[in-house]
């Protein structure tokens, strides 16, 4: 009788079938390895976006907040209102001022809503090469040495590249680099009507930073004046 319908796959067919399902699966393989790679990116840009409008937002209400107040010897050098900020080389410009931002959470509280706020730049614990911006606040304004007084300390935001800070004055219509209450010149009694944030990101697919910029609306712009009989 003839059996050669009942043979089986030769060496060679089924070598064959071994290497077209071995690239097969290689192929199915670098296309789960490349969804998972480009899901994993999308949710790190998307958490370093979050970081970003949570930290942006957090100094737009401070700066909106921020005041100086008359009702104080203006002659002494460390001063419970004040608006200074300075613009120098390091990572984040130099900014400190007193605002009405604190929020009380206790009602028998011994404090109120005014703080004292800066923003400075610190090596990251994990990796030096890396900066963070740090927001320290104040909550109970003095006349002391603001590095001797106790603050609560607040991560911002992590590895970024820069921060700057751009003033605008109302009187002479242009924007400034820096800012002082405390100096008799022309800023003295005043602070400005809004300030410009710049941010500045790593980024590895891009040849230069990338750069967040917005701004914030100071309310008090003259300072606070109270009056007894």
Do not use: C
Request: aromatic share 6%.
């Amino acid at each position: 009788m003839n059996r050669q319908g009942e043979r089986g796959f030769t060496m060679v067919e089924l070598l064959i079938s071994i290497a077209v399902l071995a690239m097969m699966m290689i192929l199915a393989w670098r296309a789960i390895g490349t969804t998972a790679a480009t899901r994993q990116n999308l949710e790190q840009k998307q958490q370093r976006e979050h970081e970003i409008r949570v930290a942006t937002s957090m100094m737009v209400r401070d700066l909106s907040s921020a005041y100086i107040s008359n009702n104080e010897d203006q002659g002494i050098p460390e001063r419970r209102t004040m608006f200074i900020g300075k613009s120098g080389g390091k990572a984040v410009d130099d900014l400190r001022f007193s605002s009405m931002a604190h929020r009380v959470l206790w009602a028998d509280a011994n404090e109120s809503e005014q703080t004292v706020i800066s923003y400075s730049a610190e090596s990251d614990p994990d990796d030096r090469s890396l900066t963070n911006l740090i927001r320290r606040e104040q909550r109970r304004p003095s006349n002391e040495s603001s590095r001797q007084e106790p603050a609560d300390v607040d991560l911002l935001m992590r590895d970024i590249h820069k921060v700057k800070f751009e003033y605008y004055d109302w009187k002479t219509k242009e924007w400034k680099e820096t800012w002082d209450t405390t100096k008799a010149d022309a800023e003295r009694g005043r602070i400005p009507s809004r300030v410009r944030i710049t941010i500045e990101l790593e980024d590895p697919s891009a040849r230069q930073p990338i750069k967040y910029v917005t701004q914030a609306r100071l309310m008090l712009e003259e300072q606070l004046q109270f009056f007894t009989n």
